[in-house]
Nanobody
Framework: QVQLVESGGGLVQSGGSLRLSCVVS????????MGWYRQAPGKQRELVAT???????NYGGFVKGRFTISKDNAKKTVYLQMNSLQPEDTAVYYC?????WGQGTQVTVSS
Protein backbone atom coordinates (compact mmCIF):
# COMPACT_ATOMS: atom_id res chain seq x y z
CA GLN A 1 0.00 0.00 0.00
CA VAL A 2 1.43 3.36 -1.04
CA GLN A 3 2.05 5.98 1.63
CA LEU A 4 2.78 9.66 1.03
CA VAL A 5 4.32 11.76 3.80
CA GLU A 6 4.65 15.51 3.36
CA SER A 7 6.90 17.87 5.26
CA GLY A 8 8.28 21.38 5.01
CA GLY A 9 5.24 23.49 5.70
CA GLY A 10 5.25 26.36 8.17
CA LEU A 11 4.76 30.05 8.74
CA VAL A 12 6.50 32.48 6.42
CA GLN A 13 6.22 36.19 5.71
CA SER A 14 4.87 37.52 2.44
CA GLY A 15 7.56 37.29 -0.22
CA GLY A 16 9.27 34.38 1.50
CA SER A 17 10.01 30.85 0.36
CA LEU A 18 9.35 27.30 1.46
CA ARG A 19 10.24 23.91 0.06
CA LEU A 20 7.80 21.08 0.57
CA SER A 21 8.84 17.44 0.36
CA CYS A 22 6.79 14.29 -0.13
CA VAL A 23 8.34 10.89 0.47
CA VAL A 24 6.62 7.93 -1.16
CA SER A 25 6.82 4.43 0.28
CA UNK A 26 5.30 1.08 -0.59
CA UNK A 27 5.25 1.62 -4.33
CA UNK A 28 7.33 2.01 -7.44
CA UNK A 29 7.94 5.74 -7.59
CA UNK A 30 9.33 6.63 -10.98
CA UNK A 31 6.49 5.33 -13.15
CA UNK A 32 3.74 7.58 -11.86
CA UNK A 33 2.52 11.14 -12.17
CA MET A 34 3.04 12.93 -8.88
CA GLY A 35 1.20 16.06 -7.87
CA TRP A 36 0.79 18.77 -5.30
CA TYR A 37 -2.66 20.14 -4.49
CA ARG A 38 -3.81 22.66 -1.93
CA GLN A 39 -6.97 23.47 -0.04
CA ALA A 40 -7.67 26.74 1.70
CA PRO A 41 -10.41 27.08 4.34
CA GLY A 42 -13.82 27.19 2.72
CA LYS A 43 -12.44 26.47 -0.74
CA GLN A 44 -12.18 23.42 -2.96
CA ARG A 45 -8.95 21.52 -3.34
CA GLU A 46 -7.03 22.80 -6.38
CA LEU A 47 -4.11 21.68 -8.47
CA VAL A 48 -0.77 23.29 -7.72
CA ALA A 49 1.59 21.25 -9.90
CA THR A 50 2.19 17.84 -11.41
CA UNK A 51 5.25 16.04 -12.73
CA UNK A 52 5.19 13.00 -15.00
CA UNK A 53 7.46 9.99 -15.01
CA UNK A 54 9.44 11.68 -17.76
CA UNK A 55 9.78 14.93 -15.88
CA UNK A 56 7.20 17.02 -17.72
CA UNK A 57 5.54 19.55 -15.46
CA ASN A 58 2.21 21.32 -15.29
CA TYR A 59 1.14 24.16 -13.00
CA GLY A 60 -2.03 25.78 -11.80
CA GLY A 61 -2.75 29.15 -13.35
CA PHE A 62 -2.14 31.02 -10.12
CA VAL A 63 1.47 29.80 -9.87
CA LYS A 64 2.79 32.27 -12.47
CA GLY A 65 6.37 31.05 -12.31
CA ARG A 66 6.68 31.24 -8.54
CA PHE A 67 6.67 27.49 -7.79
CA THR A 68 8.77 24.62 -9.13
CA ILE A 69 7.94 20.93 -8.84
CA SER A 70 10.76 18.42 -9.05
CA LYS A 71 11.53 14.87 -8.01
CA ASP A 72 14.35 12.58 -7.01
CA ASN A 73 13.59 9.03 -8.15
CA ALA A 74 16.39 7.55 -6.07
CA LYS A 75 14.97 9.12 -2.91
CA LYS A 76 11.35 8.51 -3.96
CA THR A 77 10.68 12.11 -3.13
CA VAL A 78 8.82 14.91 -4.89
CA TYR A 79 9.47 18.54 -4.02
CA LEU A 80 7.64 21.80 -4.35
CA GLN A 81 9.81 24.89 -4.18
CA MET A 82 7.62 27.91 -3.49
CA ASN A 83 8.98 31.43 -3.88
CA SER A 84 7.37 34.86 -3.61
CA LEU A 85 4.69 33.47 -1.33
CA GLN A 86 1.62 35.58 -0.74
CA PRO A 87 -1.10 35.43 1.94
CA GLU A 88 -3.47 33.90 -0.61
CA ASP A 89 -1.12 30.90 -0.82
CA THR A 90 -2.11 29.99 2.73
CA ALA A 91 -3.56 26.48 2.61
CA VAL A 92 -2.97 22.85 3.45
CA TYR A 93 -0.78 21.37 0.75
CA TYR A 94 -1.27 17.74 -0.21
CA CYS A 95 0.90 15.30 -2.11
CA UNK A 96 -0.91 13.04 -4.55
CA UNK A 97 -0.34 9.92 -6.59
CA UNK A 98 -3.42 8.59 -8.29
CA UNK A 99 -5.96 7.71 -5.61
CA UNK A 100 -3.45 8.15 -2.80
CA TRP A 101 -3.04 11.31 -0.74
CA GLY A 102 -0.74 12.42 2.01
CA GLN A 103 -1.94 13.87 5.28
CA GLY A 104 -1.14 17.41 4.21
CA THR A 105 1.20 20.09 5.47
CA GLN A 106 0.06 23.54 6.53
CA VAL A 107 1.50 26.59 4.80
CA THR A 108 0.69 29.95 6.33
CA VAL A 109 1.83 33.20 4.76
CA SER A 110 1.56 36.34 6.85
CA SER A 111 1.22 39.80 5.36
Amino acid sequence: QVQLVESGGGLVQSGGSLRLSCVVSGSIFSAYVMGWYRQAPGKQRELVATITSGGSTNYGGFVKGRFTISKDNAKKTVYLQMNSLQPEDTAVYYCNRGQSWGQGTQVTVSS
